[in-house]
């Protein structure tokens, strides 16, 4: 019973900010003193103590993370699922919509790809829409103006597929080639790619992934939930099919 008691107070107390300098109102000096006192002989007899305490702690801050995510993803409404500039995969109007924060130039986006495809595949139902994130530098902001002018053409699909297979090393010259091969109009891809709608389209969607908290690509948002990192494709369906069902329970 001590051990089950200890593990919540190490937690408690070492979330404390460092810098405090003074103890918390709830304890006196003298019990403050004889609390860490006995944490510390108890960690001496067993050491998991410590163990347990750090993964209630992390435990309590994941749970926090998890609740600032959905709070922000409800308060981004419209501009995260329902932005009409975005470019949408799969089926325009299926009951879930998947949001996919992703840089052309991320490897791990790259491996994403076929877990995407199949999951489009596998379920007509699922709308994915692209937030095109530049993160990774100036190569990166010139493949998402890019992809992002080529909408104009209808081409963003066809331009972000080539681009996603290539070398990342955008350059004006693989541009022009991988637009060349999409069938597009380059001298119009040029002119749109310095459109500043374009460049304001991008600055949204950083800001929108700031707003959730996305601190990395790939990231997405399914129904109420935002997964950051690669998945695999069980992952994505499972998602989905939570969002789902918290759709369906809403009805």
């Not at 960690?43 to 305490?53: G, W």
């Not at 994941?62 to 981004?76: G, N």
């Not at 690669?230 to 918290?246: F, I, N, P, S, T």
Request: with cysteine.
């Amino acid at each position: 019973m001590m051990r089950l008691l200890l593990a919540p107070i190490l937690a408690a107390l070492l979330a404390l900010p460092v810098r405090a300098a003074e103890p918390p109102p709830a304890f006196t000096p003298a019990q403050r003193a004889e609390i860490v006192a006995i944490v510390r002989q108890a960690m001496v007899a067993d050491p998991s103590i410590l163990r347990d305490a750090v993964t209630a702690l992390q435990e309590s801050e994941s749970a926090h993370r998890v609740a600032a995510a959905r709070s922000a993803i409800a308060e981004a409404g419209p501009a995260l699922t329902a932005n009409p500039g975005d470019p949408v995969a799969g089926n325009p109007h299926g009951d879930v919509t998947v949001v996919e924060f992703y840089d052309l130039r991320c490897p791990y986006c790259r491996r994403m790809i076929p877990a995407i495809d199949a999951l489009l595949k596998q379920d007509p139902k699922v709308r994915l829409v692209y937030k095109d994130i530049p993160i990774l530098g100036p190569a990166s902001v010139l493949g998402a103006r890019a992809v992002l002018a080529a909408q104009r053409q209808d081409g963003y699909a066809r331009l972000q597929s080539l681009l996603m297979a290539s070398n990342p090393q955008f350059t004006e010259a693989s541009l022009h080639e991988a637009a060349t091969r999409a069938g597009l109009d380059w001298d119009r891809l040029q002119r749109d790619m310095h459109d500043p709608a374009v460049e304001a389209r991008i600055q949204a969607n950083l800001d929108l992934a700031r707003q959730l908290g996305v601190d990395g690509t790939p990231a997405f948002v399914i129904g109420g939930q935002l997964l950051p990192g690669a998945m695999e494709l069980a992952d994505l369906q499972a998602a989905v099919g939570a969002a789902r069902a918290g759709n369906a329970a809403m009805r």
